[in-house]
Nanobody, 124 residues
Framework: QVQLVESGGDSVQAGGSLRLSCAASGFIFSDYCMGWFRQAPGKEREGVATIYTGGGRTAYADSLKDRIAISQDKASDTVYLQMNSLKPEDTAMYYC?????????????????WGQGTQVTVSS
């Protein structure tokens, strides 16, 4: 069965950096859209970034693109989200998602599989 397991969330001070990991299993990693989403308390879940594993094409939320980078390690079926210059408003539960879609962008509706999330807390 498909499993997505996030890790790397932590409590950090504003201006710090984190790298989140999503370990995938149960499906062929190639030709999938892998995404990161986040949800803060009292807010709707929003898209952060995606990467298409077939060719490495990436897409980012406009509000975050200057501070984040999504990447993959095909050898370990792992997707990463590097986040720099973290702000308190980045505090949220971060979720990994997967979809068998060539049209790969950070919109929630296209994704089929979801992880349980990893918590990121940014303090001033």
């Amino acid at each position: 069965q498909v499993q997505l397991v996030e890790s790397g969330g932590d409590s950090v001070q504003a201006g710090g950096s984190l790298r989140l990991s999503c370990a995938a299993s149960g499906f062929i990693f190639s030709d999938y859209c892998m995404g990161w989403f986040r949800q803060a308390p009292g807010k709707e879940r929003e898209g952060v970034a995606t990467i298409y594993t077939g060719g490495g094409r990436t897409a980012y939320a406009d509000s975050l693109k200057d501070r984040i980078a999504i990447s993959q390690d095909k050898a370990s079926d792992t997707v990463y989200l590097q986040m720099n210059s973290l702000k308190p408003e980045d505090t949220a539960m971060y979720y990994c998602a997967a979809a068998y879609q060539y049209h790969c962008y950070p919109t929630e509706r296209i994704f089929t599989y979801w992880g349980q999330g990893t918590q990121v807390t940014v303090s001033s």
